[in-house]
């Protein structure tokens, strides 16, 4: 199957910029995503980007996409304690059968 | 009301014994999902379903089936559960363009 990974881990202060990274492997995906899955909670989708797009803003969220280098980053501005969540990166291949997630980067934002 | 309801939210279960996780979506779409969630491994798919009359294996299907019994219900067993199946099972549907996947709240269960 596909390769999607993730740090496991990332903390950061509240007020600071939070990026968490991910890389994949088909470059065939029309659709790559940002889910957030709060405790206790199911996956929620935070934003999607089009292949054919370098970047996507909304409000806080920025992704970057890099094609070339298979790269996906997801920014959070003025990280708040209520992002402290679990964020996972998937992909969607063209073949279009399932999605493809990573293992999951646990966000802790320090007060 | 959810657009992915599964039920039992909670469940703990004997070796050996037969367990259903049922999941029905109010979103009308044909696509369903079963993932299963374990610590550091990410969502891994165990099998899906494109309509009523299709199903297919995922990545990790042994010890498992399902049931699409509807449009909206796709039900998981495990035949004979066995401990390594402790872990957090998800249910998703997506559109037919897959531009998104909703989740349901998922269901936790713990073989002992």
């Known amino acids: 199957g596909e390769d999607v990974e993730q740090s496991l881990f990332l903390s950061v202060r509240e007020g600071d910029s939070s990026v968490i990274n991910c890389t994949y492997t088909?470059?065939?995906?029309?659709?790559l995503y940002w889910y957030k899955q709060e405790p206790g909670a199911g996956l929620q989708l935070l934003t999607y980007?089009?292949?054919?797009?370098d970047m996507k803003q909304d409000q806080r969220l920025t992704v970057l996409l890099n094609k070339k280098d298979k790269h996906l980053s997801l920014r959070i501005a003025d990280t708040q304690t209520g992002d402290s969540a679990i964020y996972f990166c998937?992909?969607?291949?063209?073949?279009?059968?399932?999605?493809?997630f990573g293992t999951g980067t646990s966000l802790t934002v320090i007060p | 009301d959810a657009d992915v309801t599964q039920t039992p939210r909670n469940r703990i279960t004997k070796t050996g014994k037969r367990i259903m996780l049922e999941c029905s979506q109010t979103k009308g779409h044909d696509r369903m999902y079963w993932y299963r969630q374990d610590p550091g491994l990410g969502l891994r798919l165990i099998y899906y379903s494109f309509d009523v009359k299709d199903i297919n294996k995922g990545e990790i299907s042994d010890g498992y089936s399902v049931s699409r019994q509807a449009q909206a219900k796709f039900s998981l067993s495990l035949e004979s559960a066995i401990p390594n199946q402790t872990a957090l099972y998800f249910c998703?549907?997506?559109?037919?363009?897959?531009?998104?996947?909703?989740f349901g709240q998922g269901t936790r269960l713990t073989v002992v």
């Open positions: 088909d470059s065939s995906s029309t659709y």
């Open positions: 998937a992909e969607n291949p063209n073949t279009g059968n399932q999605f493809y």
């Open positions: 998703a549907t997506s559109d037919p363009l897959n531009t998104e996947a909703f």
């Open positions: 980007i089009f292949s054919n797009m």
